[in-house]
Structure formats: structure tokens, C-alpha cells
């Protein structure tokens, strides 16, 4: 995996808003990431375990959705095992 600019994670995020995941304290998940290195690592901790400080991840209903997810982890290098994890928390959750 290369290295990436900064800006890749706002990248990333804004690409998830606009397939119809709704980020729930935003402000919060861009902040984390921007402090760290590794912000896919972060990202998927946060995905996971971000409830207790009001981090969620959900779908708005669009039924292609997870589709356009898994199309948007693939082009910013999430491994398939990860790729996986989220979507399915994405299924639990609606």
C-alpha cells in the first residue's frame, strides 16, 4: 500500500456521504482521522467501536448503497476482510 495525501480520508468520507451513508458526530470521525497515520486503521476502529463516543454509520435507505460502498473502500485500498466488516455492520444496523 502507497502513501497517501492527508486530504484522502475527506476524500473518502465525503464519497460514503454521497452514496448514502449517513455519518452521525462527523465532526468527531474527521477529527480522529486527521490525526492519524493510518486513518483506514482508525476508520475501522471507529466504525466498530465509535458508539461510545457517538460515532455511527448508517445507511439512508438506498438500496445500492452497499454496492457504491464496496466500490469506494476498493479505490481507497481497504483490505477485502475490512470492506466486509463494514458493510455487514451497515446491514445490522438498518
Same mark, same amino acid.
Given at each position: ?15 460514503? &456521504? ?17 490525526? $492519524?497515520?493510518?486513518?483506514? $486503521? ?15 454509520? $448508517?445507511?439512508?435507505?438506498? $438500496?445500492?448503497?452497499?454496492?457504491a460502498v464496496q466500490r469506494i473502500m476498493a479505490a481507497h485500498a481497504?483490505?477485502?476482510? &475490512? ?12
Open positions: 500500500m502507497g502513501s497517501y495525501c492527508n486530504e484522502s480520508y475527506a476524500e473518502f468520507l465525503d464519497s460514503l &456521504k454521497a452514496a448514502g451513508v449517513v455519518i452521525r458526530n462527523e465532526n468527531e470521525v474527521r477529527e480522529r482521522l486527521a490525526e $492519524s497515520q493510518r486513518w483506514r $486503521s482508525a476508520f475501522m476502529t471507529l466504525a466498530a467501536n465509535g458508539r461510545t463516543l457517538g460515532i455511527e454509520f $448508517s445507511v439512508d435507505g438506498n $438500496s445500492s448503497a452497499s454496492t481497504f483490505p477485502a476482510e &475490512k470492506e466486509a466488516a463494514f458493510l455487514a455492520q451497515l446491514a445490522a444496523d438498518r
